[in-house]
Each structure stands twice: as structure tokens, then as C-alpha cells.
């Protein structure tokens, strides 16, 4: 019998978390046949069935869910090889942890989480991301960890950290900065930049219902993908734009920040992990996050 290959896990892994070959190989960027190929051949290797097959979508099989959380763990420690090599000659080699995060928290908590207790066993690498994608990444076993704006009913790999408010953010010389406090209804005469929906489909609703709820209609300056996009049209006068509280924690040139009237502890940062938690991370970030959190005045 040939060996079980990382490309085989990697596709199974896909159709799992996608339920569907066809949507598997276009987010690994392959034709489907490929695909199919390496999940059918995973599965005469084991002798078992991994997917019921039928209609558009598939549905694992009892040895799927089994086979998932491990094809995950394997991955994670392939792609760690190169790395306990390359420190091999070091007086002891350190773990290596894959971690993800939306922009707005390298400027925020990352660097305090990256300093804490939780990630000092580990030689970290960082990247950058949407929360779609993110979770993605996870799933997908390609992330260990992921800082994002989500809220999911996947209780025993995804938490709630913090939830924090929107502030309003308005060029420096920009009337409203007279006050300290803004309402909804002093923001409607203003257009928003605000995140495109697609990258960040929570913080779009979240500032879109702001003002429904005010009875007022948005006008759109800018849709664009990160906070340092949002903060630089600002400070341009193209618009205004509610972003979290702790992105008014450090200033940005340009740009004053401002409290919002009635404004609810709804945004949410989120920790996500690898399928069974191999790591025994979703706690103790968690609470890293929500410390952080509370020494700076964002939450209740």
C-alpha cells in the first residue's frame, strides 16, 4: 500500500471543512478532478469511506469526523519540520505556533498577547487576514490560532474574548470633534468609509444598523479591506467611520476619535483553534485577551 501523502490530507481536509469537491478545489486554487482523485485514493488506503456522495454537497462519514481533527494535527507538525531542523543546533528548539489576526489588533493586543505566558513555550509566526479567511485557515489546518470578529456556535474550539464598542473616528479638524460624545443623528449627514462586507461582513452590519436604527440611510464613501485603509480616508475628509474602541487606544495621525451616544458592547474578538484544541490554547488566550481587555477600559 503507497504512503498517505500531506496533498491527500490537505484535499480531504478541504471537502470536509467545504462540503463540496467542487468549492474544495477552487479554494486550493485546483481543477476537481485532482481533488476527487486524492480523496478517493485517501480513502482505498483506509479502507473506509470518508464522504457520502450524492447530491451537490457531500456529508462526512462517521470516519471523516474521526479522521478530520488528526489530518489537521498532521499538517501542523509537517509544516513545523523545517523549523525544529533549522534550531536544531539551539540549546533547546521551541514549537512552532501559526497565528493569524485581523490588522486592527497589531496595533492593539497582539504585541501584549505575543509578550504573554500562553505563547512563550512557542516560536510564533503571524499573519494577517479577514476573518473569513481566517477561519478558514484554521479549518483548513494551514492556522493554529486566529484572532477574529466573529461570533460562532463552535463552542469547543471558538470563544468570545471581549466584546467592545464602536467609537466614532472623524478627521482632526473635522466640526465633530467640538464634542465628546456623537449620536447616530448627528452622523447623518456625513458619508461613511466602512468595511467592504465581504471582508468583514460584522463590522459592516454592525455600523449599518447604527443608523437604521436611527432611521437614517447609508451614504457610502468607501468600502476597503483593513482599518489603516478606513483611518487614512478619514483623515482625508472622505468620510467618517465607526471602528472599535481599541483602535482609538493609540492616535493616528489625522484622525480624533470620538465616543458614540448609546453605543452597545456588541463587537466581538473572537479565538478560534484547530479542530480538538491539540495545543490547549483556546482557554488560556482567551483570558490573555480579556485581561488585556479589561486593564484597558474597553469592557464592562
Same mark, same amino acid.
Given at each position: 500500500m503507497?504512503?498517505?501523502?500531506?496533498?491527500?490530507?490537505?484535499?480531504?481536509?478541504?471537502?470536509?471543512?467545504?462540503?463540496?469537491f467542487?468549492?474544495? #478545489? +477552487?479554494?486550493l486554487?485546483?481543477a476537481q /478532478?485532482?481533488? *476527487?482523485?486524492?480523496?478517493a $485514493?485517501l480513502?482505498?488506503? =483506509?479502507?473506509?469511506?470518508?464522504?457520502e456522495?450524492g447530491?451537490?454537497?457531500?456529508v462526512?462519514?462517521?470516519?471523516a469526523?474521526?479522521?478530520y481533527?488528526?489530518?489537521?494535527?498532521?499538517?501542523?507538525?509537517?509544516e513545523?519540520?523545517q523549523h525544529l531542523a533549522?534550531?536544531a543546533?539551539?540549546e533547546r #528548539? +521551541?514549537r512552532v505556533l501559526?497565528?493569524? /489576526?485581523?490588522? *486592527?489588533?497589531f496595533?492593539? $493586543?497582539?504585541?501584549?498577547? =505575543?509578550r504573554a505566558?500562553?505563547?512563550?513555550?512557542?516560536?510564533?509566526?503571524v499573519?494577517?487576514?479577514?476573518?473569513t479567511?481566517?477561519?478558514?485557515?484554521?479549518?483548513?489546518?494551514?492556522?493554529d490560532?486566529?484572532?477574529?470578529r466573529?461570533?460562532?456556535?463552535?463552542?469547543d474550539?471558538?470563544?468570545? #474574548?471581549?466584546?467592545e464598542?464602536?467609537?466614532?473616528?472623524?478627521a482632526a479638524?473635522?466640526?465633530?470633534t467640538?464634542q465628546?460624545?456623537v449620536s447616530?443623528e448627528?452622523?447623518?449627514d456625513?458619508?461613511?468609509v466602512?468595511?467592504?462586507?465581504?471582508?468583514?461582513?460584522?463590522a459592516?452590519?454592525?455600523?449599518?444598523?447604527?443608523?437604521l436604527?436611527?432611521?437614517?440611510p447609508?451614504?457610502?464613501?468607501?468600502?476597503v479591506?483593513?482599518?489603516? #485603509?478606513?483611518?487614512?480616508l478619514?483623515?482625508?475628509r472622505?468620510?467618517?467611520?465607526?471602528?472599535p474602541?481599541?483602535l482609538?487606544l493609540?492616535?493616528?495621525p489625522?484622525?480624533?476619535f470620538r465616543?458614540?451616544?448609546d453605543?452597545?458592547?456588541s463587537?466581538?474578538?473572537?479565538?478560534?483553534?484547530?479542530?480538538?484544541?491539540p495545543?490547549?490554547?483556546l482557554?488560556?488566550?482567551?483570558?490573555?485577551?480579556?485581561?488585556?481587555?479589561?486593564?484597558?477600559s474597553?469592557?464592562?
Open positions: 503507497s504512503e498517505i501523502s500531506l496533498k491527500q490530507l490537505r484535499c480531504f481536509v478541504a471537502v470536509y471543512t467545504e462540503r463540496s467542487t468549492r474544495a #478545489a +477552487k479554494r486554487g485546483l /478532478s485532482p481533488v *476527487s482523485q486524492a480523496v $485514493a480513502e482505498a488506503q =483506509l479502507g473506509v469511506a470518508l464522504f456522495r447530491g451537490r454537497d457531500v462526512p462519514t462517521p470516519a469526523e474521526a479522521l481533527p488528526e489530518a489537521v494535527e498532521i499538517r501542523r507538525r509537517a513545523g519540520l533549522s534550531t543546533t539551539e #528548539a +521551541k501559526r497565528l493569524g /489576526s485581523i490588522s *486592527s489588533m496595533s492593539s $493586543a497582539l504585541p501584549t498577547l =505575543l505566558e500562553p505563547l512563550s513555550p512557542y516560536a510564533v509566526t499573519s494577517d487576514g479577514g476573518t479567511d481566517l477561519s478558514r485557515a484554521v479549518d483548513d489546518g494551514d492556522l490560532v486566529a484572532l477574529l466573529d461570533l460562532s456556535p463552535d463552542s474550539r471558538h470563544a468570545v #474574548a471581549f466584546r464598542r464602536l467609537c466614532v473616528a472623524v479638524d473635522h466640526e465633530l467640538a465628546q460624545v447616530a448627528q452622523l447623518r456625513f458619508p461613511l466602512l468595511f467592504d462586507r465581504g471582508r468583514a461582513p460584522l459592516f452590519d454592525l455600523t449599518a444598523s447604527a443608523f436604527r436611527s432611521g437614517h447609508l451614504r457610502i464613501a468607501a468600502r479591506t483593513n482599518e489603516q #485603509a478606513i483611518l487614512g478619514v483623515s482625508a472622505l468620510g467618517i467611520a465607526l471602528v474602541q481599541s482609538a493609540h492616535p493616528w489625522g484622525v480624533a465616543d458614540l451616544r453605543a452597545e458592547y463587537y466581538p474578538l473572537a479565538v478560534r483553534v484547530a479542530a480538538g484544541d495545543l490547549g490554547l482557554g488560556p488566550i482567551t483570558s490573555a485577551l480579556h485581561g488585556w481587555a479589561s486593564q484597558n474597553l469592557i464592562r
